[in-house]
């Protein structure tokens, strides 16, 4: 799976009736056999305040991380989080997250600051090719990690 973009924003009313303004969308453009797709996410911006703790880090980081100019904040890593955990969303367009526990669930086990190596691809190249998403799994990192010390 090549990926061409990772991105995350906040929705505004589109009318004074709508309630858009209570929500984030993030988005991970890719293309695989061929034809390119986009997964988007959509899910209640309160958890923008809440992350933290879904990441086990301390303190109110977003940025997450800086990869050149570019700030990589926690809405611009939901969708990607989500299809690195449930590679099935690859077949899908759209999901929807609306509770704090969900969200939780895709996080768990993902090893979010490897993800830097996929905004760098993005920043240094323009793209980011995933040959599997178990190298972002924290698990897997550290199965890896300790068949190289025992070698």
Known sequence: MRITEVKGYELEKAQSNTSEDFFNRSEVTFEEDGKEKTFHVLYIRYFDKTFPELLEIGGENDPIFQI??????????IALTCLIKNPGFRQRKRLYINTQEELSRYFEGVDVPKFREIFEGLENKGEYILSSPLEFLAQASHNKNNRNVSL
Do not use: L
């Open 68 to 77: 050149g100019d570019r700030e990589v904040s926690f809405k611009d890593i």
